[in-house]
């Protein structure tokens, strides 16, 4: 059983884990897909750290959260993004990514899914594990899955700004 969230990003699972699921009509240019996300650096997104599991590039990034309608009201936290080795998909491309922080990390959801990327949209599809257990669980689903849809927008816009 699983509770539909607000806006239908997010989607909090009996076992803990949450759906994420955030997309941004925008226009991508996919013939900048291979050199943007298959390069070994990405100086667009932070500085390289390591090699993950199934050849996953890492980078040291701050992740960012607008908390109020003002820029100054921004949350920031330095996390570990990384990405996998894209591959056409439908229409467009898809990436793997994954996201967790770089300090005091459970206290912060740990990321894994996908970016879907066409020449009209990028979407982040993926699942998240709220911090705290069951009481992290009951959290997301009254407060923090807003947070969590808010930094998979700030990377959706990111994403664009690269690919516009």
């Not at 070994?40 to 993950?52: F, H, K, S, Y």
């Not at 894209?86 to 990514?97: K, L, S």
């Not at 879907?116 to 009254?142: C, H, M």
Request: glycine share 14%; with cysteine.
């Amino acid at each position: 059983m699983a509770t539909r969230g607000a806006l239908g990003g997010s989607e909090t699972e009996l076992g803990g884990s949450a759906r994420l699921n955030v997309s941004l009509g925008t226009t991508v240019r996919l013939d900048r897909v291979m050199t943007t996300f298959g390069a070994e650096e990405a100086p667009w997104l932070g500085e390289r750290v390591a090699v993950g599991p199934n050849g996953m590039r890492r980078f040291s990034c701050d992740l960012e959260l607008l908390v109020g309608p003002e820029t100054r009201s921004l949350f920031r936290k330095a996390a570990i993004v990384g990405l996998g080795t894209p591959r056409e998909g439908g229409d467009g491309w898809i990436v793997p990514v994954e996201w967790f922080a770089a300090s005091l990390a459970p206290l912060f959801p740990v990321f894994v899914g996908e970016l879907r990327l066409d020449s009209d949209r990028v979407e982040l599809r993926g699942n998240y594990l709220p911090p705290g257990g069951v009481i992290g669980s009951v959290l997301d689903r009254a407060l923090l899955s807003r947070a969590a849809r808010g930094t998979g927008r700030w990377f959706l816009r990111k994403i664009a700004s690269v690919l516009g």
